[in-house]
């Protein structure tokens, strides 16, 4: 008897220990130092191997040098793609693959019953993320170069899974019990949709609707369709356009949306930035051109980039690939330098829709009711139910419930018209990118290229220097798109394309500097209406202020500049602010700290105190002067720009907003921003106790860098540093600059980067997060880049066909 | 002490080709072939596997310089990595004690009462 209690209770335990449970994972199977996750901990660098990949029409040679960046030397292209699949798959087979679940709207697959977690899953699938993908594999299909590179690169991701034992899986898989998937085509145009939704997925077309509701043309004209005087667009004054614009006529209906709440929308992503420049010849200590940037996102880890060289014939390029599509994303080749930054054009629109009935099977346009189209979702959960779900399409887009509290008694649609949905093939751009060797195929390269829309900035071994804004942008009348839009009226639809060579750009211009920091994309003497929204000028005027007065520019000159903390916003306001503030009302601790503030060269550097204590001042300050009325609203609205608040503030101190309508006193300026003083004071005395050491910006600063899939422990918090986002170093919070690039053009042409993390997506390994410290002191590393195979390496792979 | 010895190299070889359970094999084998009493068994079979995935773990800890486990450690709110060497051998030696148990209360019935 008691050896069957014994033994019932042994297989119980057994079958406990190999059952993830929640988000336990299964205890025996992770804890087996034979197969769990021990046999992650990297206890040797790799050796040196020879492998037979299937699929190898030649032998391919990886050469990982110091950093353990890995360089492929492959005897043609499509060997060239199936071992960068390969070598992807093997340092990061994970963050490719959670990518494609997560754009895919496929989480709760792996996560099981969680209701954020399902939330984003319905979302993604009525955004039409899987849905657009599919339609854009279809097209790069069709294209046989393009299908030929996408499938070399599966083939290489595929013959790295087939091999993996289960004991050999990377870490997160254990963690969450999941096995790898077959690799397609298809998960590297969902990754290129992960990447339109970071880079293109924001709208604020309901808040502004709202807010022009609520507060009035005048109001919009002043906050969002004012430019600041200090902005400096990124095509500049200076450009003549040589071309007529045709431009679709503006309806003289003033069509007045419902006020619709709490549709989910993807807010703008603010932490999404980015810089760019090249100098030519006449600036340069060397006599030629320089090229650097360094695109701001959220950082994670694994790092979202890794460092790469393609060498076959036609190709030779070295940069950053992005994990899970071929090709080198922001780099250089034997003959010109390219890097990217994100425009921020209106590409996503959305429009009210009037359907039949229930049925929601017909809609109101141009005067007849059209049938609607349909998709079948099906969000599968593990140990769970599956939720089925159908997605109703107007000719526009996605059309979603936009009330789905059902607070109105009669329901509001808005369907969606985004870049995102379009078909077309943007990979070719970038393979296009790398193997280019002057201006005219790079400017051939950029035709392809469909979205997220970036500003392409080039230098090549020829002397010329350029920057196109970059993408497929709809031929829009003025302000078209800025509010919900009337989905009745075929006025209010996307009319056709600006035509490629409309496209904002710049060539060798006289000042001998192009430049690029996601500030509007051109002077206003551009013939066409591109968006209403962009970042603040800060970045790209402190970017050309220094490059213009700068000369004998050496590489090293770029790699500090992209390390400047100085912060034009705090240049801008804080004489102002020291200047309303009411000393009198101050505590005496708080008095001595003012002098401190005075002292202050506006630097966000990481030991000093000031720019946390300015973070706080002004967000108090803005907070105060806009929350009652916004609150008032009791709606989600859209709030304007720090830069063109500081100007509104500097020319009217007596701006309206500045009283608390929550209060019978009126209030003055000097109030506002003394309370907000006080408020900083207090913030920063909480967090950080009494003034010192703990009140240094890189504490305040809470450089948190997460796991890709948000697993504790496996990220790196609290990383020391400096930086702003309105700095060039536009570190801050998590976010910032993920890859620092800079490059010297000439015969000998040279390359200096960093980024936060390492080559290995392996938690146990040492090269997991070894370049961070590199990346935040801004010591930028010299790249390896060969002209031909090396003989002395780390270690390297010889791969060979398996026949 | 043979038994915990014998579970322990029995453990091993058995658990480099096969999944992580068949750590329970020899202790049900062993704990049955030497007849002990219940709580000896339980202990010295624990001890087998204790010893071995605790050893084991705390191999690969100090060769990887602790980068893994310290990770490991953050993620399950343990504090030190140590802990999770020591849970890796808690674990193992639960199954292995409990297997052994069972192994030896099969030849209970041979056994005479005083």
């Known amino acids: 008897m008691k050896s069957i209690i014994s033994g019932i209770t042994l297989v119980i335990v057994l079958y406990a220990m190999n059952t993830k449970i929640g988000s336990i994972p299964p205890l025996g199977k992770f804890f087996d130092p034979n197969a769990g996750f021990w046999t992650n901990a990297e206890t040797s660098l790799p050796e040196s191997e020879e492998l037979n990949i299937e699929g190898l029409i030649d032998e391919v040679s990886v050469v990982y040098d110091e950093r353990r960046v890995p360089h492929i030397f492959a005897q043609n292209e499509h060997d060239l793609f199936l071992a960068q699949g390969y070598v992807t798959a093997r340092e990061r087979l994970y963050q490719m693959e959670i990518q494609t679940y997560d754009a895919a709207g496929r989480l709760s697959e792996l996560i099981g019953e969680n209701p954020r977690v399902q939330e984003r899953d319905v979302t993604t699938r009525r955004w039409g993320m899987p849905w657009a993908a599919e339609k854009k594999v279809d097209v790069a299909m069709q294209d046989s170069a393009s299908a030929r590179i996408l499938s070399a690169y599966s083939e290489g991701v595929n013959a790295y899974i087939q091999q993996l034992k289960p004991s050999e899986y990377p870490l997160e898989y254990k963690i969450l019990d999941f096995s790898p998937e077959p690799w397609s085509p298809l998960k590297t145009s969902l990754l290129h949709m992960n990447m339109l939704r970071t880079l293109s997925g924001g709208s604020s077309d309901d808040r502004t609707s709202r807010t022009k509701a609520y507060f009035g043309q005048d109001y919009i004209d002043k906050f969002f369709n004012t430019d600041p005087e200090m902005l400096e667009a990124i095509i500049p004054k200076s450009k003549i356009w040589d071309f007529d614009a045709e431009r679709p006529p503006k309806p003289d209906s003033n069509f007045k949306p419902k006020t619709a709440e709490r549709i989910q929308y993807w807010e703008p992503n603010a932490g999404v930035g980015s810089n760019n420049w090249a100098v030519d010849g006449t600036k340069t200590a060397s006599g030629h051109p320089i090229l650097a940037g360094d695109p701001h996102l959220r950082l994670s880890l694994p790092s979202i980039w890794m460092e790469m060289q393609l060498h076959a014939p036609g190709y030779n390029t070295y940069g950053v690939t992005f994990q ?356 900083a004071y207090d913030t920063m005395a909480t967090y950080y106790g009494s003034v010192g050491e703990p009140w240094n910006w890189g504490y305040v600063i809470d450089n948190d860098i997460d796991h890709v899939g948000q697993i504790p422990g496996l990220g790196a918090n609290d990383v020391y540093s400096g930086g702003s986002s309105e700095a060039i170093n536009a570190t801050r919070f998590g976010y910032g600059p993920s890859w620092r690039m800079v490059v010297e053009l000439g015969p000998e042409i040279k390359g200096w980067g960093v980024y936060p993390g390492g080559i290995s997506g392996n938690p146990g390994s040492p090269n997991y997060n070894s370049f961070t410290y590199n990346w935040r002191t801004g010591e930028h590393f010299e790249l390896n880049f060969y002209r031909e195979k090396p003989d002395a390496s780390l270690y390297q792979l010889t791969l060979n066909g398996d026949n | 002490m043979m038994l915990a010895l014998v579970i322990l190299i029995g453990a091993f070889a058995l658990n480099i080709f096969l999944p992580w359970w068949s750590i329970a094999l020899p202790g049900l084998i062993f704990g049955y072939s030497f007849k002990q009493q219940a709580v000896p068994s339980f202990l010295w079979g624990f001890f087998g596997v204790f010893l071995l995935w605790g050893g084991q773990a705390l191999y690969v800890h100090i060769a990887n310089e602790g980068i893994l486990s310290t990770r490991i450690a953050e993620m399950l709110g343990v504090g030190s990595p140590l802990i999770v060497v020591l849970i890796t051998g808690v674990l193992g030696g639960l199954v292995s004690g409990l297997a052994t148990l069972t192994g030896s209360l099969a030849t209970k019935k041979k056994r005479t009462f005083r």
């Open chain 1, 324 to 679: 899970g599509g071929p090709g080198i994303f922001i780099g250089f080749n034997e003959h010109i330098a390219f890097s990217v930054t994100n425009t921020g054009s209106d590409v996503m629109d959305w429009y009210e829709i009037e359907f039949k009935d229930a049925s929601k099977n017909e809609y109101w346009y141009d005067g007849s009711w059209i049938a609607t189209k349909k998709r079948i979702e099906e969000i599968k959960i593990r140990g769970g139910e599956t939720i089925i779900d159908t997605l109703v399409f107007s000719h526009h887009g996605p059309v979603m419930l936009a009330n789905p509290d059902d607070t109105l008694a009669e329901p509001i649609y808005h369907a969606m018209r985004w870049i995102g949905h379009e078909a077309g093939n943007s990979l070719s751009t970038f393979i296009g990118l790398n193997k280019a060797t002057n201006y005219d195929e790079y400017v051939e390269a950029l035709k392809s290229y469909v979205a997220p829309a970036q500003n392409f900035v080039f230098a090549s071994n020829e002397g010329d220097i350029a920057i196109w804004v970059n993408g497929q942008f709809p031929n829009k009348w003025d302000y078209q798109g800025q509010t919900v839009s009337d989905g009745r009226d075929p006025a209010y639809d996307w009319q056709g394309w600006i035509p490629h060579a409309h496209n904002p750009h710049i060539k060798n211009p006289a000042s001998g500097f192009v430049s690029s920091a996601n500030q509007e994309s051109a002077h206003d003497s551009y013939p066409y209406y591109l968006a209403d929204e962009y970042a603040p000028y800060e970045r790209g005027r402190r970017i050309n202020n220094l490059l213009r007065n700068m000369d004998n520019i050496t590489p090293q000159d770029m790699m500090d500049m992209q390390m400047d903390n100085f912060s034009m916003h705090a240049e801008s306001i804080m004489p102002n602010l020291l200047n309303w503030l009411e000393l009198d009302s101050l505590s005496s601790e708080e008095q001595d700290f003012s002098s401190d503030m005075n002292n202050w060269n506006y630097e966000m550097n990481a030991n000093l105190k000031q720019p946390g204590f300015f973070y706080y001042w002004w967000q108090e300050l803005y907070r105060s002067i806009f929350r009652d009325e916004y609150e008032a609203s009791g709606a989600s609205l859209r709030y304007p720009d720090r830069d063109r608040v500081v100007e509104v503030l500097k020319d009217e101190p007596n701006f309206e907003f500045i009283d608390n309508i929550t209060t019978d006193e009126k209030e003055t300026m000097e109030q506002l921003v003394t309370a907000a003083y006080k408020k």
